[in-house]
């Protein structure tokens, strides 16, 4: 088995993927069935924001990786060789 | 019918599944709570795909077994290598 920092890395990452999963399951799929005086909505923002967070997300996503590639390109870019 | 003609009618058959129900272009009617479940659909799927396979990557980083005889040989085998190239004159 891995050991120490790998062990909990790795369940943590279980972990977070969980309650995101329920989380987010519970605002899409099970809000729309439950009376709109529930105190459960208190806890859930618009609707409209289940969309909107995570294009946002994508988006931070996108530019993460792009500014690495960018940034990694740019440090290894080397003088053109004159033979 | 290749691999990509399914896999479009498939995503093609499922997208208009759901365009029907989130714009009503049936005029069927649905109660209102079917359509506020239909409309973030894609953006579920997606979300429900990306936390598995967060939780995949992390179980398996956490249940990856340390190989203690492979690591030994590994480094057995590297100083070897080295011992090797030095006596060949490679300077190290």
Known sequence: MATGADQAVGMGLVGFSILLFTYYTIWVIILPFVDSDHVAHQYFLQREYSVILPGIAALILLLSVGTFIGVVTWKNRKPKKVD | ?92
Do not use: H
């Open chain 2, 1 to 92: 019918m290749t691999k990509l003609l399914e896999w479009v009618f498939g995503v093609s058959v499922i997208g208009a599944a759901w365009a029907l129900v989130t714009f009503d272009l049936l005029n069927l009617r649905l109660p209102e709570a079917y359509k506020e479940v239909a409309w973030p659909m894609p953006v579920y799927l997606l979300v429900v795909f990306g936390c598995y396979s967060l939780a995949t990557v992390g179980y398996r980083v956490a249940t990856f077994n340390d190989c203690e005889e492979a690591s030994k040989e590994l480094q057995d085998q590297i100083k070897e290598a080295k011992e090797d190239l030095r006596r060949k004159g490679l300077k190290m």
